[in-house]
Every structure is written in C-alpha cells, then in structure tokens.
C-alpha cells in the first residue's frame, strides 16, 4: 500500500475516536455523579433528593442537601414500577423524553464538521507548504523536484560557450536513449558525472539540457535540501530519491552543490567523529555502490569547490568522471552573447565581436547580466534599440559600480585624482605591449572609487611572463608616482593599488620563483581560488622557511615594487606636460574615451628602458650578515 495512503487512513481512524470521545462529553452533563440504582433507592426512601428527571434509560435528581462539590447525581434506570414509588414518597418528579432526530444527526456531525474545517485551513496548507506530507510524517520524504521532458524546456541549442562539455556529456544523452547499443561490447556508463566549474558558468543549465535532450524524467535537488535539524533524515531523504529514481527509470538525478552534502569527512572535527553530514554522506555513497548504471539512472553532480569533496566520492565507481565547465574564451562569449541577444532588439551596427573582447573573465551569467544591463540602460533613455554605448555603460557599471554623482569633491580632490588617473593611462600608453586604455574617469562609482581607468585586453591569456607583470605593476604604481611628481605629499587614493601591486610582486617571488636571489623555489603554495573562491578565504597558511629566508623575501617584494615605482616615475617625468595637460582636459570634461586618448597615444614618449630581466634583490648571505 503506497505510504501517502496509509498515513491517511490513520487520520481517518484517529479522527474517528476524536469524534467518538467529543460526542460523548458533549452528550455527558458535567458535574454529576454516577450512583447505583440501590443507593438511589435509599436516597429516595430517605427524602434526601428532589427534581428528579426520569428519561428512558437513566435518572438525573439534585441533592437536597449537597455531598461537598457535587449538587446532582446520575443512575441508570431499573424498576419500570419507580412511578408508583415517587408518588408514595411525595418527591417531585418528571419525565425527559429521548432526544431527537435533529440532536442526535447534529451531535455526531458537529464534531465531524469541526475536523474537516481544521483539516482545510490548518492541516492541509502546512502539508502542501512541506512538499506534500509535511509534519514528522513526511521529514524523511525527498525534497528533489521532479521534471517531465517537457518541463525543462532546456536543450543543448539553449547553451553556448561550452562545447567540449556538451560533447562529454552529449554520450550521456546518447546512453540514455539507447542504453542497449552502448552495452553491447561490455561497456558500462559511468554512474555519476561531477560538473565543476566557477559559479555562474551555465552547470545547472548543462544537467537540464541533458534531461531535454534523452527526454526523460529529471530529478533536481539542491545538496543542502538533505540536511534537516533531525538526525537521521538526511540519510531517509536519500534513499527516498534512490527509491523515486528506480521507479521512474530511465532518469537523471541532479544535486546541486554537493559541496554542501559530500564535503570531506571529519574536515572540520579535531578528533573525526560523525555527525548528520556524514550520515547523509555514507548513504548517498552506499546507494552510489548500489544502483546499476545499465538500469538506464545517471547522476549528476555540480560544484565551485571540488577540493572540499570526500576522496571516497570521487574515486572510481561513484562519481568516476568529471567535466570542467569554465569560463568561455572569446570565441564562446561570442556564442553566449548571440544567444542572450536574440532576446533584445539591438542595432544593426552592433558586433558581437567587439562586445565579446570587451569582456575577458565574464562567465555565462556575467554576459547575461551584461545583456539586461544594457537593455535596462536603453530602456531608461526612451530608446528604440540597444546600442554598443549602452553595452559599454553596462560593462562599466558592473566593473566599477554605479555611478556616485551625488559625491561632491572638493577642487583640490578632483585636481589629485584626474592627476592620479591619468598617472595610470600615461604609463599605460608609454609601456610597450601593455593592455589599451578603453576608458578614464574621474566620476565616482562603487564604494570607494573616486575615479578608474579601464584597460581592454587585447586577447584572452593564459600566461603572463616575467616582463609582462613588470609592465602591469608599473601602471599600478603610475597613479602614486603622479601624485609624488605633482603634488607635495601623496594621498591615500593608491591604497588598492599598492595592495594589487604587491599581490603580485609576492607571488612573482613566492610562487613563481621570478627573484632569481632566491632560487628557483615555491615557497607558498597557490591558495584554494582556482574556481573564484576569494582569495581572503585561505589568506593564512603555514611558514615552510626560516627567517632569514622570510626577510629575503620581504625585500625582493620591495625591491620589485621600487622597481616598477621608478620606472612609472621615469614616464611621467619625461611626459609631465602632458600629464598636466591631460589631466586638465580630464578635469573639464570628466570621462575621456578611447577616441580621445588615441590623442595622448600619439604624443607620448615611449618607455625606452625595458623591464630588468633580473632584479638583484638581496641573497641569503647578505639577509644573514644584517
């Protein structure tokens, strides 16, 4: 019998015996006491009671004289002769007749009407706002949304930018469908598949393309719908699922951020132990070990952090393949983009191509943003069409924030920071192969901006060499050296400069090994952002150096950044006329775009001295002999 079945039948049963007790009482008068018929006959032979009332089963009477609390009594009735015995004894009495047909249908139907209105208004509401059963019944019942073909509305044609994980997962597809074809040479389908990749990257997106395109059922579920503040649930709600995705084979079974479910166990315990986690943890991977993937049951998996997952869930068996869903280079943002923009009216001088380069490290959800930003823009301005300025006000927006015109700087404020960001676009324009500046502003945005500079890369990179962080930390310093040429004091408008700058000055020195005074070692490992995570989440890790080496490193940091101080120092030095100049331009019309700047490219004079290859730093003999 289905379990939903018998738990209504139980209400049933218990409204019943409810109804049974409340009819009872409502027919029961309070305060009476049940005597027996020989005590009511002395009681009566006595002259100890009056207004009798005699019905056909029982007699009801008061005391004359009452017994503590209790003024009436009650007795069921005997001698059919009692009339003739009250008229000898002079007690008044009278007779009762037996209630109707009205009272008794209404006795029985009010307390049944009482139920079922509490049923409908209370009980019913919290079982549907609780997936259905709701209550202690149903706390081990699975949460996971259930997807026909038709209801996820999701192909592969509706992602773009991630072609080798639509082919990894398109044999997923084709096993679903023909199940016997790719098991006739022994093979079997992996059991579970784990998508990882940084958040917004079009995961979840990917699992119910695959659903959409083997046409069949989809199981969704979000890894923290597992854990409850009972223990012992997470573990019933997993096994509910197996139990769902058996009886409706073939299908897939999708749980979003496992990290939340599968993280590794005793992680965060000094001395190991269990706890619910871990119990929801040994049941998924005992059914993992349970289900046949020939039965026609794939399981997919999502995550941003694969390196917080339990060994035991990764290893062969269980979640035996794994696809890289990462961010799209230019050519997948192209794909993206035509995809989002099919949903807005653009103009017909628009190219995506120019949009695509504008947005290297954008993911699929950035670029989605991206396109509702710029039709929201165009929106507001009574446009017809979105326009590639609208695009790019958009862009701006979500690097820089929103603009703060309601910040009022004082004259000698904006006088230091047109200089302080032209700082940053002259050096830029002097150093060869560095990155173009798109943009300068000194109209506030965000939190803290006062003004930005927005260089557009000219391609997508995956590495950088040694001359080419040079160039990057010696723009980082030209809004500082600007200020120190221009001004008698500096101000704390470099502050997130110089913490980008020695960002990466460290890790060309701990990480990269590019201090040649210290060798071709790694002294720090790479922290745990590989997928986004910010890097303030794993600031702290242990020392695997003395001190001596600690100093060295400390000055080859600094040695580093002087070095790209001094050579930002050397251009503007050399350009400081235009530099003035410039930033009184910037001061009158606010922003400057890439059309005016060509102006400054041109009038520049070029960085002749290229970045050292090796900067001298100071060795482990010389840190110990001071």
């Not at 400057?592 to 290229?610: G, K, M, N, S, Y």
Request: aromatic share 6%.
């Amino acid at each position: 019998m289905n379990r939903e079945h018998q738990v209504n039948i139980l209400y049933i049963i218990a409204a019943f015996v409810a109804v049974m007790l409340i009819q009872g009482f409502l027919v029961q008068p309070n305060h009476i006491r049940t005597v027996p018929y020989s005590e009511f006959q002395k009681l009566l032979q006595g002259g100890k009671v009056t207004d009798l009332v005699v019905s056909q089963q029982e007699i009801t009477g008061t005391y004359k004289v009452p017994e503590g609390a209790v003024q009436h009594f009650a007795t069921e009735r005997v001698d059919p002769t009692l009339a003739q015995d009250l008229t000898r004894t002079g007690v008044t009495f009278s007779g009762q007749p037996g209630p109707g047909l009205l009272p008794t249908v209404l006795s029985w139907l009010m307390p049944a009407l009482g139920f079922a209105l509490v049923w409908m208004f209370l009980v019913r509401p919290m079982t549907q706002g609780m997936g259905g059963m709701g209550g202690m019944m149903a706390i081990g019942k699975s949460k996971a949304k259930v997807y026909m073909e038709k209801d996820t509305k999701v192909t592969f044609s509706d992602v773009a930018g991630v072609d080798e994980a639509k082919e990894e997962l398109r044999e997923v597809v084709n096993f679903l469908k023909d199940p016997k074809r790719y098991g006739r040479l022994g093979a079997r389908m992996p059991k579970g598949v784990l998508l990882v990749g940084p958040p917004g990257t079009g995961k979840t997106m990917l699992a119910r393309a695959v659903a959409g395109e083997a046409g069949v059922t989809f199981f969704s579920i979000s890894g923290s719908e597992f854990v409850e503040m009972f223990v012992g649930v997470g573990a019933a709600r997993v096994r509910d699922l197996f139990e769902q995705a058996r009886q409706h084979a073939p299908c897939i079974i999708f749980i979003d951020e496992l990290d939340a479910l599968g993280r590794a166990r005793g992680a965060n315990l000094p001395g190991g132990g269990h706890d619910e986690k871990e119990q929801t943890l040994n049941q998924l991977l005992s059914e993992l070990d349970g289900f046949d993937s020939s039965n026609g049951i794939v399981l997919l998996g999502a995550t941003n952090r694969p390196e917080v997952l339990d060994p035991a869930l990764l290893r062969a068996g269980r979640f035996d393949r794994q696809i890289l869903v990462d961010r799209p280079d230019k050519t997948g943002r192209i794909d993206i983009l035509r995809v989002h923009l099919k949903r807005i009216a653009t103009s017909a001088e628009l190219k995506v191509e120019d949009l695509a380069a504008l947005t290297p490290g954008f993911s699929g959800a950035d670029l989605a943003n991206l396109v509702n930003e710029a039709a929201l823009l165009a929106t507001r301005r009574n446009a017809d069409i979105v326009e590639m300025t609208d695009f790019t006000q958009a862009i701006e927006r979500i690097i820089a924030g929103l603009e703060k015109k309601s910040r009022i700087l004082s004259p000698h404020e904006r006088e230091m920071v047109a200089h302080h960001e032209m700082g940053h676009a002259l050096v830029a324009l002097a150093l060869p192969d560095s990155d173009p500046v798109q943009k300068v502003s000194i109209i506030p945005r965000g939190i803290g901006a006062l003004g930005y500079t927005i260089q557009r890369p000219i391609e997508d990179r995956y590495l950088m060499d040694r001359s080419e962080l040079m160039n990057r930390m010696a723009v980082l310093m030209g809004g500082r050296a600007a200020e120190t040429l221009m001004f008698p004091e500096v101000s704390t408008g470099a502050g997130d400069d110089l913490n980008k700058a020695t960002e990466i000055a460290r890790s060309m020195v701990v990480r990269f090994g590019m201090a040649p005074a210290l060798g071709q070692v790694a002294y720090e490992r790479e922290t745990a952002n590989f997928l986004g995570a910010p890097a303030s989440l794993a600031a702290w890790q242990p020392r695997h150096y003395g001190e001596a080496t600690a100093d060295a490193i400390d000055e080859a940091v600094k040695s580093l950044i002087e070095t790209a101080f001094d050579r930002a120092m050397g251009i503007l030095r050399a350009n400081r006329q235009l530099l003035d100049r410039s930033a009184h331009q910037l001061l009158a019309q606010e922003t400057l775009a890439e059309e005016e700047l060509d102006t400054f490219r041109t009038a520049v004079i070029p960085d002749t001295a290229a970045a050292p290859s090796q900067e001298p730093g100071i060795g482990l003999a010389a840190a110990r002999a001071s």
